[in-house]
């Protein structure tokens, strides 16, 4: 029976549970307490001279310089003041060029050689042998070929991140069960239905796995790259600001550098859990 004073056309008021509340307080305490516990440590350390200040300034300075940055109005940060976005921006689409050829390419080469042998023995002894070269050691020729400029610096992080697609990719089609393939094929599926219905899905826990792995690489080349190649960016920031000896620029720099590249990781993660809604019940995540 609905209560006098309430419609049957109107929604119950949502009643908010005293467990759910402690609940939600115990996952915010756990996601900030190691971090929490860091910027502590760390300001006592600097506030009673453990760490010379010039040297790891504490994070109350590092605030204060990197407000000046991202607004450009105290001037804390001189003559970087007010430049961060022009830098974060330079640098998030140079990740986002070198990540999408990379990534793309990495995920077709992955493909063909996980389901032809012979491909396998055409592409994959050159890529194992190229994948254990530093990206670093890519500089001279990089800077030979495409100069000083936009170019290297993307050719840089499109190579770093093509390698883990690959192998995720290549290793995704080969630990598909064969008795799904068998299966699609005993009901009359042609190519084309076996690579869209059965391939692509059952490999692509491991392809999103690669796509991760090749964002986070994308954002530590960012840096080498910006240091080498041009005179814009966040990598660029943090080694100008090392020259000028300004170490809570340097600290605001990799602080940045490290947040844009969490906030592109869960990008990632949130299309992965979209697109893997059906693999949610068939794996272990975990206990929360």
């Given at each position: 029976?609905?209560n ?68 450009g ?5 001189a ?17 986002f ?7 793309a ?87 084309t ?19 991760r792995l ?75």
């Open positions: 029976m609905l006098e004073t309430q419609s049957a056309g109107e929604p119950s008021p949502t009643v908010v549970k005293p467990g759910d509340f402690w609940r939600r307080t115990s996952l915010v305490l756990q996601y900030a307490i190691f971090p929490v516990a860091i910027l502590l440590l760390w300001q006592v350390f600097s506030t009673i001279g453990f760490v010379r200040r010039n040297v790891l300034p504490p994070p109350s300075e590092v605030m204060w310089v990197w407000y000046d940055l991202i607004t109005q105290t001037d804390a940060a003559r970087y003041s007010g430049t961060w976005l022009d830098h974060a921006w330079a640098s998030t689409w140079r990740v060029a070198g990540f999408g050829w990379g990534v390419l990495g995920i077709f080469v992955g493909l063909l050689i996980g389901l032809s042998r012979v491909m396998e023995r055409v592409l994959d002894p050159t890529i194992q042998v190229l994948r254990n070269i530093p990206v670093t050691a890519w500089v001279p020729l990089s800077l030979v070929f495409f100069g000083i400029g936009n170019a290297p610096a993307v050719f840089m992080i499109g190579l770093g991140a093509f390698f883990p697609a690959a192998i995720n990719s290549t290793h995704g089609v080969r630990q598909i069960n064969i008795t799904l393939y068998k299966a699609a094929r005993m009901m009359g599926a042609n190519e239905e076996l690579l869209s219905r059965v391939i692509l899905p059952a490999a692509l826990p491991s392809i999103l796995t690669g796509v090749s964002m986070g690489i994308a954002w530590v080349l960012v840096v080498v790259a910006e240091i080498l190649a041009v005179r814009s960016g966040l990598g660029y920031l943090l080694n100008d600001a090392y020259l000028f000896y300004r170490n809570d620029v340097v600290i605001a720099a990799m602080l940045s550098i490290g947040l844009l590249g969490f906030v592109c990781d869960r990008l990632v993660v949130l299309v992965r859990d979209m697109l893997l809604t059906w693999n949610e019940r068939e794996t272990f995540g975990g206990e929360h």
